[in-house]
């Protein structure tokens, strides 16, 4: 049965009795950090849902008064910070954490083998010093062979005392915006099914059958984090970045990987090489404190490791259908006589970065606006499974978005005041020859106002901006950019007018937030309106709109 | 020609060696030979082992062990070892890294014997090994090669320790080992996972001096598997690979030695804590020891 | 050796190798030499010791001027594994074309195929081969792959249609990419070849003689599955032969496109003259690690990932996780008489073994004596041996 459709994160404000951690703003993709110095948690069992329909029972770490989450929290912590850790016992054997990578941990339990443990119902204490940066895992260190098998993981990231966006120092800063998990782990359920239902369980004869990345199993690691229908597995890790660009997108995604199976698991990225900065919470540096970093198109990281990553993503040849295009003959295949597996693509049907081509009729589409998707998978290939359907288990994407955003031009267009003089929004399409023409009234203060319509807009699309290009018959006139709110059904000015006169003027303009209200819901779903507004004087005129464009990052 | 630097100790915390003496000729007789091993149940499993020779090469009355004993050179030594073999199988000796003078290795036929001389040209941590049916069966051991500095891994003083340490990880399936010669290798299933041929509870302790002072662990995987092993509470400096220092030595708490392979990681014993557990990360517990400090 | 040699004599390696036709001038890309290579996906049957004929998916090299009416005629059921090795260069335009033959042994599967360029820098989504986000080629169509690599080194392709599957099934190999450097003496520091592994600047990956070698395993029950029209459980995984481009010891040493072995042309057998440099070009397409060692002869691994290592290391133990790629050299050592001799052909050599570390791969089927995942370096007396024109050359 499934829980509450309650993402665990959210329902850690209203119950957690004391907030010391605190809650994650929760980011739809990229890691999820539950910040703080003082993290309670609890053991407890729990049951994941598998994409072939299976539920698994799970041991694992939640915050206290939190919902039961595979894996455990990712525990955030700042370089030099005194952490303590609380651990209440709600499973029925003792239980304990280890922290690889921390020296010096201090605490409370009772003794174990490899650390303090909390007895059945009872409690535990750890603390430590953050002393050094970098990603880490913790796990149980009791009866590991058993107990991290059956989920008692979690990932502990410290940041560099005050430079949030370097994983380590300069050298691995990052964009903030796009710092992602990659937790690798593994199950056999015949396991997890013998801690069920009291059986015997023979540990020579582990076979894994699931293979999940932050908890989940593909396509699942696609969803967003704290998807409704994932209640127990809030991370999702779907890798999102924009094409290098010195200028403009500098800086490196930053993926912290960790594996926290029992086998070591061989990683392929697909697309571009990624950058290895770290090992198990230590930067790769030459003895005199250069950069002895490796660049890797697979590498096989070790049961217990962490690796850090930094992953841009270049077309080396800047491939685009105008200046520098596919060689003909490759460029536009006949879809026709080719195959979308299963009718259902994240295919663009087209050769170039953030353009969309026709697919055949009946072609399901998942993809938004001509982004890149590349798949993140393990190479034992066996783990990209589900048990036993293949594309699953130990996957993810990654989506190279345009780097522009997403693009949407005009495909309507409306006169709110003066009458069609020529054009159509096609018109509007590009800065080309072509303009949709606007005669404007012709009485009093002459206006032309209009606006263009856009559809398509995904609901959750943020980074709105507009792009208008025109004239006028006559000189200088000034001219507003207005978008439509939905919710109270008025028009938005953005920003000051600009004049336009008989020659192309562009004007880019961001409305205020939030985006939200200028996207489209229910019959309107995915509708953007932008008004052209122009006011002349007592002269008649004809504007004359040449390009309306939409850019915005889809969700 | 010096005897023997062959040291029979397997336990881990090996004493700080004495000085080295001048290159020299080593000659260094080894027994591979049938005996037991006990393991925790208890169960006693058939093996192979290498052991030392008596006086003149003699295998009369020695006892073969998991991992063969420690031979231990210093680098520009010539050395000979010779296999006694007293099998009815063939046994190899081969050193990867080493060229042992007559191309990959040798071997000593059943009832036989085989010498392999070769110069210990560059220090570091060797495994020498039987080969393919050899190897489940016990007939393996370390190899190390001193540099003139007493008290280092390698030529660096980056590399000086305070206590050394062999891990000789390997893995022993019962049911194969009672039958070598026909045994299906496609069902190969160990039931034991060994440091230095002890399974935890049994596995002997790796004993630190005080903090700050450095143990080196030489790790050498004698099994099959591709082992992850991980170290808590401290970090260990990984400063070789297979006998080779690396360009850029690094920090770890998990690493990966290769079926094969050796490692060479220097812990500095961290300001707190007594008992640092090194063990295998892929969950096979009984690879577990504890690096202790008084 | 020259370059426009060896791309002659790619044409004449039947299945081993392509070496793309270089075609100065053309009217699309008149900037690059083009390379143009067919490639057929179908299915077919190898041989392996201890059971009957083994059911396989794989690539065929074909004619591009061929109609896919004749390709189907001439080439179906003939699939080949390893498939064959792609020899291409820096800078050049790449065109794969990729038919769809169809399977002779499953008439009821309707499976497409495709070709993922694996480790490959790629611009567009269209030409990664994975057919949930670019397309698949059905049966009895086409599809040309473009790709213009700007990194040397070692790669792998493979089909990415239901890959769990069809990688298992044998379409898999290596590309591996010349360097721009290549064609001049004047770096080698023995200046002796013109062929170097990567853009080193100071000859310091210059060889004599190179070979390309896939290392992969095959769970024989998968196999028999699929021809048998029955449900493999992948996490059941567990092969039983462990192969080096696609034959097992002691094929592994037989010579390429040996007749006893027609749909496993490609050899592992590595022969040098003593001092050659010996570039290994090593791959991992099955789903487990593999522990390699070559006892007697150190290994400098000076490029992983088609990426030059800044730090070149030696070492004895190739540890190496599916998807992952090397570069190796090594020297061969001196002829010793007074080591283990044998005599072919070309007169004495000393044998040293590349092999697996773990000696249940050193096995086929699990039974006794030497097989599986191991091949033979020869090093011969004198220097017998003239010099290689193609990758992975042996000398009967």
């Known amino acids: 049965m499934r829980k509450a459709l309650l993402a665990a994160a959210a329902l850690l404000v209203a119950f957690a009795p004391s907030a010391r951690a605190q809650a994650p703003a929760v980011p739809r993709q990229g890691i999820v950090c539950t910040n703080g110095t003082t993290f309670d948690l609890t053991a407890t069992p729990g049951y994941i849902e598998t994409p072939d329909g299976n539920s698994v029972l799970m041991w694992s770490y939640a915050l206290a008064g939190g919902e039961f989450q595979s894996p455990g929290p990712v525990l955030c912590v700042n370089e030099g910070d005194s952490v303590t850790v609380h651990l209440h016992n709600d499973l029925t054997e003792p239980v304990s954490i280890v922290f690889p990578g921390q020296t010096g941990v201090g605490g409370s339990g009772s003794s174990g083998l490899l650390a303090k443990e909390a007895p059945a119902g009872g409690d535990a204490t750890y603390t430590f010093t953050a002393s050094q940066p970098g990603t880490y895992v913790y796990e149980s260190g009791t009866d590991p062979e058993k107990q991290v098998e059956m989920g008692l993981y979690g990932a502990l990231i410290v940041r560099p005392a005050g430079h949030p966006d370097y994983a380590y120092d300069a050298a691995t800063r990052f964009d903030p915006q796009r710092e992602y998990l990659v937790l690798l782990s593994d199950i056999d359920p015949d396991l997890h099914h013998a801690v069920e239902t009291g059986a015997p369980y023979h540990f020579d004869q582990l076979r894994n059958r699931y293979f999940a990345i932050n908890g989940r199993q593909f396509p699942d690691t696609l969803q967003d984090n704290g998807v409704s229908w994932l209640p127990a597995q809030p991370y999702g890790s779907l890798i999102r970045v924009k094409p290098y660009n010195a200028t403009g997108n500098p800086l490196p995604a930053l993926i912290r990987m960790a594996n926290v199976g029992t086998v070591n698991h061989p990683f392929h990225p697909h697309g571009n090489h990624i950058k290895e900065v770290a090992q198990d919470g230590r930067p790769l540096r030459t003895p005199g404190g250069g950069d002895a970093s490796s660049e890797h198109f697979a590498e096989t990281i070790g049961s217990g490791q962490t690796q850090d990553y930094l992953f841009s993503w270049t077309d080396q040849d800047s491939w685009n259908p105008g200046s520098n295009p596919f060689p003909a003959s490759v460029a536009s295949p006949d879809y026709r006589n080719l195959t979308f597996k299963d009718g259902n693509t994240w295919s663009s049907g087209s050769a170039y970065l953030g353009s969309k081509g026709t697919l055949p009729v009946g072609t399901v589409s998942q993809n938004i606006c001509g982004e890149w998707y590349f798949p993140w998978h393990s190479h034992a290939l066996n783990e990209f499974t589900n048990y036993d359907a293949g594309f699953g288990g130990m996957a993810t994407l990654l989506r190279v978005d345009p780097p522009g955003g997403c693009t949407a031009v005009a495909g309507t267009a409306s006169i709110l005041a003066g009458t069609l003089n020529s054009g159509t929004a096609t018109a509007l399409a590009a800065a080309d020859t072509a303009y949709y023409k606007v005669n404007s009234t012709v009485s009093g203060t002459r206006t032309a106002d209009w606006y263009g319509g856009f559809t398509g807009v995904p609901r959750g699309s943020t980074g709105l901006a507009v792009t208008y290009t025109g004239r006028n018959s006559i000189a200088a006139l000034p001219t507003t950019l207005w978008i439509w709110k939905w919710s109270t059904s008025t028009w938005v000015q953005m920003g000051a007018a600009t004049g336009v006169g008989t020659s192309d003027v562009t004007s880019t303009r961001t409305p205020p937030s939030p985006q939200s209200d200028y996207i489209g819901t229910g019959a309107n779903a995915g509708k953007v309106r932008v008004r052209v507004l122009t006011t002349g004087t007592t002269t008649n005129f004809v504007t004359q709109g040449n390009l309306l464009k939409l850019t915005y990052d889809a969700p | 020609m010096r005897r023997t630097m062959v040291l029979i100790l397997i336990a881990v915390g090996l004493t700080l060696p004495a000085s080295p003496a001048s290159a020299a000729d080593v000659s260094i007789d080894l027994c591979a030979s049938a005996g037991t091993l006990t393991l925790p149940g208890p169960v006693t499993a058939n093996i192979w082992g290498f052991a030392l020779a008596g006086s003149g090469g003699s295998c009369a009355g020695v006892t073969p062990s998991v991992p063969g004993p420690v031979l231990s050179v210093d680098q520009g030594d010539t050395v000979s070892i010779a296999v006694h073999n007293t099998l009815t199988t063939p046994v190899s000796l081969e050193v990867p890294g080493l060229s042992l003078g007559q191309g990959a290795g040798i071997s000593a036929p059943a009832g036989g014997a085989a010498t392999a001389t070769f110069t210990a040209s560059a220090p570091g941590t060797y495994l020498y090994q039987g080969t393919e049916r050899q190897v489940p069966m016990g007939l393996y051991g370390a190899l190390i090669v001193r540099p003139p500095t007493a008290g280092q891994a390698y030529g660096s003083a980056t590399t000086a320790y305070d206590r050394e340490a062999l891990l000789v990880l390997s893995a022993i399936d019962p049911a194969f080992n009672a039958s070598p010669a026909t045994a299906d290798l496609y069902h190969y299933a160990p039931k034991f996972w060994l440091i230095n041929g002890k399974a935890y509870p049994d596995t002997d302790l790796v004993h630190g001096v005080a903090p700050g002072t450095k143990v080196l662990l030489r790790y050498l995987n004698a099994g099959f598997d591709n082992t992850s092993m991980r170290l808590l509470g401290a970090y260990e400096r990984v400063l070789a690979r297979d006998a080779h220092p690396l360009a850029n030595p690094f920090d770890a708490t998990a690493e990966t030695i290769p079926a094969g392979g050796t490692e060479d990681a220097l812990v500095t014993i961290p300001a707190t804590g007594t008992r640092f557990p090194v063990y295998n990360r892929q969950l096979h517990k009984t690879m577990l020891t504890f690096i202790e400090v008084p | 050796m020259k370059r426009r040699d060896l791309l002659k004599a790619g044409a004449l390696a039947g299945g081993l190798l392509i070496g793309g036709r270089a075609l100065q001038g053309s009217a699309e890309a008149a900037a690059n030499p083009e390379a143009r290579i067919g490639l057929a996906g179908t299915d077919g049957h190898i041989t392996l010791p201890g059971r009957g004929p083994l059911y396989i998916f794989g690539f065929a090299t074909v004619p591009l001027a061929a109609s896919v009416g004749d390709l189907v005629a001439n080439y179906k059921g003939k699939a080949q594994h390893v498939a064959p090795i792609l020899d291409v260069k820096q800078d050049n335009d790449v065109y794969i074309t990729l038919t769809n033959l169809g399977l002779v042994g499953r008439p009821d599967l309707v499976d497409a195929h495709t070709i993922h360029w694996h480790g490959f820098r790629t611009p567009s989504a269209l030409f990664d081969g994975v057919p949930e986000a670019s397309i698949g080629v059905p049966i009895e169509r086409q599809f040309t792959y473009f790709f213009r690599p700007h990194n040397p080194g070692t790669y792998m392709y493979h089909c990415h249609f239901e890959d769990v599957e069809h990688v298992q099934m044998g379409m898999t190999s290596i590309v591996f990419v010349r360097p721009a450097q290549d064609g001049g003496s004047a770096l080698d520091p023995l200046h002796r070849t013109t062929t170097y592994a990567y853009n080193d600047g100071d000859g310091s990956t210059a060889y004599d003689r190179h070979f390309a070698i896939l290392l992969n395993e095959i769970e024989e029950r998968e196999h028999d599955a699929d021809e048998q029209i029955q449900e493999f459980i992948f ?101 010793n008489p007074s080591a283990p001799v044998t005599t072919d052909a070309r007169g004495s050599y000393n044998t040293y073994l590349f092999k697996n570390r773990d000696f249940r791969r050193l096995s086929n089927r699990g039974s006794p004596g030497l097989g599986g995942m191991a091949t033979e370096v020869r090093v011969y007396q004198g220097s017998p041996l003239p010099a290689q024109t193609s990758v992975g050359e042996t000398y009967a």
């Not at chain 3, 090593?282 to 007697?296: D, F, K, R, S, T």
């Open chain 3, 235 to 335: 996490t059941d995984y567990d092969p039983q032969y462990f192969t080096l481009n696609g034959r097992v010891y002691p094929q592994t040493i037989l010579p390429n496109n040996d007749p006893s072995l027609p749909y496993q042309p490609v050899s592992s057998l590595i022969q040098a003259n003593p001092g050659d440099r010996v570039l290994l070009r090593l791959a991992n397409l099955g789903y487990l690690q593999h522990a390699m060692q070559l006892p007697g002869i150190p290994m400098k691994v000076v490029g992983e990932d088609a990426t030059p290592h800044s730090f070149p290391y030696v070492t004895n133990t190739l540890y190496i996780g599916p998807g992952e790629a090397r570069d190796v050299l090594f020297t061969a050592p001196p002829f």
